[in-house]
């Protein structure tokens, strides 16, 4: 006897082998991987009422609904329940231990391998109790005296593997490092 979800998983088996979308989506994934962007850009030139969905970040949308069914979707195999189409999606993120944010009175973040011509960059940090962003930067104490002579304020540096190794990623904790907050 079949569960409820099952038989809902077997139904669907039976609506998504008559889609369009669906044999599309099978024929272009049939030989290799491909990147989401692209399949996107090839399913919309196959399925013309799949390219009619809006721009591509709809469609994208879109294609993301209809792959969860498909995860859901059932045959029977030997009288016991399998799935349709083994499914796996990876989702690729950055390492974010290199994200930064531009140095500015609007806030953008930033990779810091990759810098931003003519901007300062600096790595952020989070209070995960009050929600706070803000950067890490390492201050040169040595420098104070010659710029209080023409300003109020203090120097810090903005070299990434310097805050890293004075933050104590990989050794003690420096005490020159510190918590610079945008002004709000």
């Not at 006897?1 to 077997?10: A, I, N, Q, V």
């Not at 810098?115 to 803000?134: F, N, S, Y």
Request: charged content about 20%; some cysteine.
């Amino acid at each position: 006897m079949l569960d409820e979800t099952s038989r809902w998983g077997l139904a669907l088996t039976e609506w998504l082998r008559c889609h369009p979308l669906f044999h599309a989506l099978l024929d272009l994934t049939k030989e290799k991987v491909i990147a989401w962007n692209p399949l996107l850009q090839q399913l919309s030139k196959i399925d013309f009422s799949f390219r009619e969905m809006g721009a591509l970040q709809q469609r994208g949308q879109l294609l993301m609904a209809f792959m969860a069914l498909i995860a859901q979707s059932r045959e029977l195999r030997s009288g016991r329940v399998f799935p349709l189409v083994p499914t796996q999606v990876q989702f690729w993120m950055r390492e974010l231990r290199r994200i930064g944010s531009v140095v500015a009175e609007q806030t953008a973040f930033s990779w810091l391998d990759e810098p931003v011509p003519d901007r300062k960059q600096l790595p952020v940090v989070h209070c995960t109790e009050c929600g706070e962003i803000a950067w890490a930067a390492l201050h040169n104490p040595d420098m104070d005296s010659v710029i209080q002579q023409h300003c109020h304020g203090f120097e810090i540096s903005d070299d990434v593997q310097a805050i890293y190794q004075g933050w104590g990623v990989r050794s003690f904790c420096l005490t020159q490092v510190g918590i610079v907050e945008p002004l709000d």
